[in-house]
């Protein structure tokens, strides 16, 4: 028994130390830092204050006095823990109120919330498809997209990053391929795709798509992450800026980004977050969010949608232009910025990670972005500005990088 136990332990240590050798020699290995400050522009990562250039808290909101009010507030109420599920006895008044907001804002029916944007594209996908379906995504969604993909069982198609000839294409062979279940049951298709690209910063071809689901017959859910708080006349995403809010089937987003607090959401019908509820696992099977984060993110979305978030979103927009245009005059980075997202790519994965060393270096903090996150070959410094950035210092920034690099 004991032998067999440590024989056991001692292939499985083996196993790992081979797995983690070969992760260290392709260059891919990651660890965690340990952070002392909280999340802003500026960080103290082991004891050194750092420029923070890799929050998505794009807003300032997750250190803002509304919402530590509101967490402190919900944790005097309602407790530190939701005590269970929301089906069973979890669904506290912040959950509900949260919901509430969050559809307004969105201008849905409804609204449901989940303990991370992750759980929501995973319980939504696999409740909404199963093996009759078709989901098609475009190449570079995030991985919860892909994970609740390839979980739901229906057949995956993926096209070219906002191809939409190549989209096209797979929508033909979507609504012409034999449905398994039958001479009438027709299999459903779902399109997937983000309104702002988590690691390029650009955004999805909204109006065509919209136009070529309805043309197909299809229905589209957007993963609106990086939008929101950031894109629209009252920052409620892409589809408000381009017009065609009413025209997205499902949407998807994060409270942890601009929202300042932590959790998942999906605004859509009320028949969808009927639904939803009695049949996404991640949602029914998962102890309620803390009433704090529920609380917290409802003050984030109603300071995002009033002055205070009209304000900061014109700070945050006047520091991305402000980066990109000092990387632009001296010869960094090309593109207008679409979002708050401006990638550097730099290619070899090494190179980025050494970048980024050097970087912290000089008190600047930007992680590499390598492989899986974004495809091999394609390593970057990911920057972010935020609203709480001071436009010298994201000058200072681009000093210290062009010092740093050769890139021409
Ligand atoms: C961060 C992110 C998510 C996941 O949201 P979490 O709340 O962090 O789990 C989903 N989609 C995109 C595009 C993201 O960037």
Redesign the pocket.
């Known amino acids: 028994m004991g032998l067999t136990s440590i024989r056991a332990v001692s292939s499985l240590e083996q196993e790992l130390e081979s797995r983690l050798l070969e992760i260290r020699d392709s260059g891919l290995w990651r660890e965690l830092r340990q952070v002392d400050s909280p999340a802003g522009p500026r960080l103290v990562l082991a004891g050194r204050p750092l420029l923070n250039l890799s929050s998505?808290d794009y807003l300032g909101l997750a250190r803002h006095p509304e919402l530590l009010e509101a967490a402190a507030k919900a944790v005097a109420d309602f407790g530190a823990g939701s005590g269970a599920s929301r089906l069973i006895s979890g669904s506290l008044a912040p959950h509900h109120r949260l919901e509430g907001c969050l559809a307004e804002f969105k201008r849905c029916e409804a609204a449901l919330s989940f303990s991370?944007?992750?759980?929501a594209?995973l319980g939504t996908i696999t409740a909404m498809l199963g093996t009759d379906d078709v989901v098609i995504l475009d190449k570079r969604v995030?991985a919860?997209?892909v994970d609740a993909a390839r979980l739901s069982g229906a057949k995956l198609r993926v096209f070219a990053h906002n191809d939409l000839n190549d989209l096209e294409d797979i929508l033909r062979w979507a609504n012409a391929r034999n449905p398994p279940s039958g001479p009438t049951a027709r299999g459903h298709v779902l399109i997937v795709t983000?309104s702002v690209f988590?690691m390029d910063g650009d955004l999805a071809p909204l109006r065509e798509m919209v136009e070529l689901k309805n043309r197909h017959g299809a229905w589209l859910m957007l993963?609106e992450?990086?939008a929101l708080g950031v894109l629209g006349p009252s920052r409620r995403g892409l589809a408000e800026q381009l017009g065609v809010a009413d025209q997205v089937d499902i949407y998807?987003g994060?409270?942890?980004?601009a929202a300042g607090a932590?959790?998942?959401f999906v605004a859509g019908s009320r028949r969808l977050v009927d639904y939803l509820v009695n049949r996404a696992r991640s949602f029914i099977f998962s102890t309620a969010p803390v009433p704090a984060a529920a609380a917290a993110a409802e003050a984030g979305i109603r300071l995002i949608a009033g002055d205070e978030g009209a304000r900061r979103n014109a700070r945050l927009w006047h520091n991305v232009r402000g980066l990109a245009d000092e990387m632009k005059a001296r010869d960094l980075a090309a593109n207008a910025p679409a979002s708050a997202i401006v990638p550097l790519v730099v290619g070899d994965e090494a190179t980025a990670v050494n970048l980024s060393a050097r970087l912290r270096e000089h008190g600047i903090f930007v992680p590499a972005i390598r492989f899986p996150t974004v495809a091999r070959g394609a390593a970057r410094l990911r920057l972010t500005a935020t609203a709480d950035h001071e436009p010298t210092e994201l000058r200072n920034f681009v000093d210290v990088l062009r010092h740093l690099t050769d890139f021409p």
């Open positions: 998505n991370s944007g992750y759980s594209a995030h919860c997209c983000e988590s993963d992450a990086h998807l994060t409270l942890g980004k932590a959790g998942g």
